[in-house]
């Protein structure tokens, strides 16, 4: 399936680990805008830890799909700007994903998607730097096709591209869960990829750092200050503190050893 | 009057604490995107510490009106999210509001408001979660309510709600106004409530964590460094530092006690 | 030449140091979407450290020929406020800049700039406060602007302002380049003014804080963990440190001693 199906929206959404303290943000809006005055420029978040692909590549996953089709993502986590990666063009279910090849598109990809390389040469900006293209070729790429240029214009099919994949759990003989966190959010969540199906019925517990914790379905199933696990806005685990930060409190972070394991019955 | 004057602008204004490191807030506007793909959606700010439910209100209750008639103002400072708490939909001089029950609303209704409450079925997106009422409900009922869809439609007239007091000011028999910091600012300055009007003429004396500082008219009349009290630019007295922070200089924050004391005359 | 050449493209931008914790910078886009309902409100930044004129002056002076002809770019770095500084209307090729005149837009204008002193009583929100006159005078003034008022009706025209010099380089005997770091951006690099064109040709060595590193191409030409010198976005020398935050790791900040030699060569 290599005909387009986008329809451009107008809406382009920025993913990327720059923070919001300095320009370089706002830059790339100015880019765009000069471009392509009617685009409604949507921050998805600025947030992702410096150069945190597999943060990046979450974020997108579980958001990508909440905005209209004909919506094109930006994602810019790019530790590998100025050298010769490739930047990729994926079309899926009508909506365009622009991000470098190291993996952070992948996760929101699926076997569907129409995935190009980026003709870089053809966006880049007169005098373009090696160390922002956020703004001297993501932003007029995402310009342009916002606009209405065909991705068959933009760049030239590709059959293989980096993958990625996120902490995925393991189920042991015993039915017992092991991951790990994947990042903590800024209320302190210690966020797992273990999806609510997963568990299906029955009651279980949470280890982690030590800590035990029940798996209950909203915070105020226990006391103010405890440790708790629920399913999360994401649809997976995570672990929480009522009414305070439980990375904080567990001195607990991305990679931290997560264990649910079946409550035991008497 | 429980006829809706409310005509909508389009605008949509968003007040959360929920910080902007994480994609949530993104994730609301894309919700409302698809819904309502010309809404004009302003952050009012994201940077209500955690559940500060007194914080959103006074934030809410200094900025509304600054908004043209007919904007929502959706505010997501919502500890019991999860819980059966109500969400209202109040209707005040040709804008509407949208938060949970739990006073944030409040201080920014007068006797002339019209309070409703949401029919959360109605709205809450299919599988919508227990912790994220922001992205699948209070997304959809805004896009809604601002693409013209009418009030009484989206709720049913209630009577009472959760109030909320804003810390007050005490006059005791000497003239001495007693209150407290409501919360300091991102430049440390400590805001209290009390009015201008409270003070009429004459020189006053503010005194907080054994420090005792002039009200002045304006920065540039005391030494850099000096604190100093003002009328800020909310109309109510706060103290601050020249070229400092007022809040790490005194160690004060939240609910400190402020003594503002008529000036010795000789 | 003073017949303006401004034709509005309803884009503004915005450039402070209130941060985004407090809904300053959201009230004052209430305030212009309530004058002028059709603008678009793009943030520059709101991270610059407060009161720092420098940065303020660097961030605009790198940014705003990045966006469309007929942008208003309001720029509120402001120590001065409530004191009678004057605030400044400029117009160059095409674009309006509204500031104090504290040298703030100095460094982004050129000789052919206009420059008016802006009638502040003109725009003046009722009750405007001496605090916050990002609300209460800018706000009103960008929206009128950006709405077509000719800059003449808004200001008379002046001939002499707040100048404003970046730290410069010098250049000794020995062809060694002396300057001093701007300021850090939040990925911790030290950005200094010293151009491209001034390297030319040749290998070069950068020094800072008693480290020696060499001004390499991009990122990948040195170790992870290992500091580098290179020509960052803004076209200008900057200490980096290949996954990792220099400014942290040197302790440096603004105004640290930067020297730029010429390899040795054997």
Request: charged fraction near 20%; proline fraction near 5%.
């Amino acid at each position: 399936m290599t005909d387009s199906v986008f329809k451009p929206s107008g809406v382009v959404t920025l993913l990327t680990d720059f923070g919001l303290s300095d320009p370089y943000v706002g830059v790339m809006k100015g880019v765009m805008l000069s471009l392509a005055p009617k685009l409604e420029l949507i921050d998805l978040t600025h947030g992702v830890p410096a150069q945190a692909v597999a943060v990046g590549a979450w974020h997108l996953s579980q958001s990508w799909s909440r905005f209209p089709k004909g919506t094109v993502h930006v994602v810019v986590v790019d530790p590998g700007v100025g050298s010769d990666r490739r930047i990729l063009l994926a079309e899926r279910d009508g909506h365009i994903f622009l991000g470098p090849d190291n993996g952070v598109l992948d996760p929101s990809l699926d076997g569907d998607a129409v995935v190009r390389s980026l003709d870089i040469e053809r966006f880049a900006l007169p005098g373009a730097s090696r160390t922002f293209h956020g703004r001297d070729v993501f932003s007029p790429a995402a310009a342009a096709l916002a606009s209405g240029m065909a991705p068959s214009e933009a760049g030239e099919l590709i059959s293989s591209w980096e993958r990625f994949s996120l902490p995925e759990a393991e189920v042991d003989e015993a039915g017992v869960i092991h991951t790990e966190a994947l990042y903590a959010d800024s209320f302190g969540n210690l966020i797992t990829t273990v999806e609510a199906a997963l568990l299906g019925e029955g009651e279980w517990t949470v280890e982690l750092c030590g800590e035990s914790m029940p798996l209950v379905g909203t915070y105020a199933e226990v006391e103010i200050g405890a440790l708790l696990a629920l399913v999360g806005s994401s649809g997976t685990v995570e672990v929480s503190q009522r009414d305070g930060d439980a990375a904080a409190s567990l001195g607990a972070g991305a990679g931290a050893s997560v264990v649910i394991r079946p409550s035991a019955s008497d």
